[in-house]
């Protein structure tokens, strides 16, 4: 979802599905590390991205 806002030019509004991604994916991950590990760090970037231009 938030790249999808990212994409369409709304980037003020994808921080927060930014945010619940990383913590879907972290459970995820926590349950079955070799499935969703690359998604969380995926998630983590584009979080971190979208937090280091404010």
């Known amino acids: 979802?938030?790249?999808l806002l990212?994409?369409?030019a709304r980037r003020g509004e994808?921080?927060?599905p930014a945010e619940q991604a990383v913590a879907?994916?972290?459970e995820l991950a926590a349950?079955?590390?070799g499935r969703y590990?690359?998604?969380l760090a995926a998630a983590v970037k584009?979080?971190?991205s979208?937090?280091?231009r404010g």
Do not use: C, I, K, N
């Open 1 to 3: 979802m938030a790249s």
């Open 50 to 52: 979208l937090a280091a």
């Open 31 to 33: 349950a079955d590390p």
């Open 14 to 16: 994808a921080p927060a």
């Open 24 to 26: 879907l994916y972290q």
């Open 6 to 8: 990212v994409a369409a």
């Open 46 to 48: 584009l979080r971190d």
């Open 37 to 39: 590990t690359a998604e």
